[in-house]
């Protein structure tokens, strides 16, 4: 029991190192970044598009389209890989592209691991993304499949008894393999099968045809492992039948390989850091299950042939491989964990396991795995002392064992067809700021402009003031900015007096951009050679919200929930919503009940056209209505209010009005 303390105590320690020394993985390719950028609204069309994942893909099984409203493909190219940039597409764009919304739909090969991921965004071209509706279908994801899972099952288990056969046998039966020849060609043609199944799932998954994917990426690591499987069956076969215990390491150090071609094909090739640390314990991992469960195989192979020969059990046999076992198991904790660690995303991500379907999946194979080694315990303590004189709970407790066995390597093929939980993709963040560039009418003066965060409020402003020609520092004595809203006749105008910072930069704070929408700010720079007014536009984003829809029956209009966080909601709805005269009502709510409000401001903008700002009457103090004229098109709909205790709430939502 000391030396047991020792191990588990030196197995704890290296768990940890090793875990905190090790980045996590990524394990599918997510998308990053793009150029446009995710619900950006570009003036004049680009003539690429630029996608930015988080680890290599492989550019010839990857796709990306661009479409337009309609669900029209229009790009003018395939995706190709950026050159010196494993991690980026780009497809080209058709000259002259008109305005309007289009859909980027992508769908991704990780070159680590093959997996797919597929998602799609939206860009505009002079028209804000939203306005405008689209017949686009989302793009598709295959989830494991029954044809995958089988796949992975038959190639680990196969793999598994063919090492168990080549390390085990030789240890603790002496090189005396059981049933040999029928064992190895079984667990050999398992293993060639599964690996062969496997590739047909990809070939069904990706779409590409075989052809197409032996020439990628991805299909260069295939015919690695469809190599080193088909070598081992040739192994098994020589092995087989030449009844030489001296061969049988051919057939383990074919094995090994192929396990290690799974390893550096699967999740563990994609960790962030130190990739080489985390393939070495998936390889081990691997060995060690083999020692295992495939000793487990020939032990139970072992019993069932003395036992129809009439001779008593191999009892020694199995006491030497319990001892194998004991420490395979303790190589595949340490192991385990390691991988664990990684895929999750750190060990303070333990306590989220049960998050995501990874950590789920990943929970209930460890629990089996408890349960095999239960079983092994009561094997080794109870069952294995009284085989000389009965071998019947000896034989049920294997059958269970193989049976849980069976089990855990099918939540083990599962398991690594998910996407790990370190994976998960990205949350966009919000765009930090919005900005703008412009020059004088002379241009000798230009100015960069940029206001953070970008929503309406309080905004940090900071212009950089520059020469037109030289590009160094203008140096000028004053800048001062001058706001007025577009569209809007019932918000004036207002200034912000910047002051210098150092070189080129000008900054100051103000809550000039009060509105969602767009605003015009001229930029006045007083030079020693005179003043100079340099025109910019910047356009606000909107505050953080969230928009549910419910929508109503027939004659009844759609109403919009908007949360604005902290409890309080706005709820919405234009009335009948249908061309013609219309009414837009609002109503305030925190936590569930009205919040008075002290003014409402309300405007409506068509898709191409000005805002309009529209006259609002009080119906209760938490509701305002404002009764308009609407035509047939898409619409967008702002909101300012200001509660009874001065807070400020501004939302925005997109409606499309339709035909009387």
Avoid at 199 to 212: Q, S, Y
């Amino acid at each position: 029991m000391r030396a047991l303390r020792r191990v588990c105590g030196a197995a704890v320690i290296v768990i940890v190192a090793l875990s905190l020394g090790a980045g996590p993985a990524v394990a599918h390719a997510n998308l990053l970044s793009s150029d446009p950028k995710d619900g950006a609204t570009v003036a004049t069309a680009p003539t690429h598009v630029t996608l930015t994942f988080s680890e290599p893909v492989d550019a010839g099984l990857s796709l990306v389209q661009v479409l337009d409203s309609s669900g029209g493909d229009i790009h003018a190219g395939p995706a190709v890989a950026v050159s010196g940039e494993p991690r980026e597409l780009s497809v080209s764009l058709p000259a002259h592209l008109p305005d309007g919304v289009y859909t980027v739909n992508w769908r991704a090969v990780s070159a680590a691991d093959s997996h797919i991921t597929a998602k799609a965004f939206a860009f505009g071209v002079g028209v804000r993304p939203g306005a405008t509706p689209t017949t686009v279908a989302p793009p598709f994801v295959p989830g494991p499949s029954v044809l995958w899972v089988a796949g992975k099952m038959l190639l680990y288990a196969g793999l598994a008894v063919l090492f168990a056969a080549a390390f085990v046998g030789a240890i603790a039966f002496g090189g005396v393999i059981p049933s040999r020849r029928a064992l190895l060609l079984v667990a050999a043609s398992a293993a060639l099968l599964g690996a062969v199944v496997m590739l047909f799932a990809e070939v069904r998954d990706v779409g590409a045809g075989l052809g197409p994917l032996l020439r990628s990426q991805v299909g260069a690591r295939y015919l690695w492992l469809l190599a080193l499987v088909a070598g081992t069956w040739v192994a098994s076969l020589w092995t087989g039948a030449a009844r030489d215990r001296w061969t049988l390491p051919v057939v383990g150090l074919t094995a090994s390989g192929a396990m290690l071609a799974r390893a550096v094909g699967g999740h563990a090739s994609a960790s962030l850091s130190a990739p080489w640390l985390q393939i070495g314990a998936q390889w081990l991992h691997f060995m060690s299950v083999g020692a295992w469960i495939g000793g487990l195989v020939l032990v139970a192979v072992a019993i069932r042939e003395r036992s129809r020969a009439g001779e008593p059990a191999p009892v020694a046999e199995i006491r030497r491989f319990s001892t194998i076992a004991f420490w395979s198991v303790g190589l595949l904790t340490v192991t385990g964990s390691i991988r664990a660690v990684n895929e999750l995303g750190g060990i303070a991500a333990i306590g989220r396991l049960l998050d995501t379907s990874y950590g789920i999946t990943l929970a209930i194979k460890v629990s089996i795995a408890v349960v095999l080694v239960t079983l092994g315990g009561i094997n080794r303590y109870r069952s294995l002392p009284r085989l000389h004189e009965d071998h019947h709970l000896f034989r049920r407790v294997i059958g269970a064992e193989l049976v849980a066995s069976l089990t855990l390597f099918g939540f083990t093929a599962a398991l690594t067809s998910l996407p790990p939980a370190a994976s998960a993709p990205p949350s966009a963040p919000p765009p930090s700021s919005i900005s703008a560039r412009g020059s004088d009418f002379a241009t000798t003066t230009k100015v960069t402009l940029r206001a953070t965060p970008g929503t309406p409020g309080s905004n940090t402003f900071a212009a950089d003031v520059t020469d037109y020609n030289t590009g160094d520092p203008a140096h000028p004595t004053s800048v001062e900015l001058q706001f007025q809203p577009k569209g809007s006749q019932q918000v004036g105008g207002s200034t912000l007096a910047l002051r210098h910072v150092t070189g080129a930069r000008w900054t100051a704070v103000g809550t000039n951009l009060s509105l969602v929408g767009t605003w015009s700010v001229v930029t006045t720079v007083v030079r020693p050679a005179g003043t100079v007014q340099v025109p910019l536009t910047l356009t606000t984003r909107a505050p953080p919200q969230t928009i549910s829809v419910s929508h109503g029956g027939a004659g009844q209009p759609d109403i919009y929930t908007i949360n604005l966080g902290a409890g309080v909601e706005l709820q919405t709805y234009i009335d009948p919503g249908t061309a013609g005269p219309s009414q837009f009502h609002v109503t305030a709510f925190q936590d569930g009940k009205a919040l008075p409000l002290a003014s409402a401001t309300l405007s409506a903008t068509l898709a191409g056209g000005a805002s309009r700002t529209l006259a609002s009457d009080r119906l209760a103090p938490e509701h305002f209505v404002a009764n308009t004229t609407l035509s047939a098109g898409d619409w967008r709909f702002d909101i300012q209010a200001t509660t009874t205790d001065g807070r400020t709430l501004q939302a925005t939502f997109s409606q499309t009005i339709g035909a009387p």
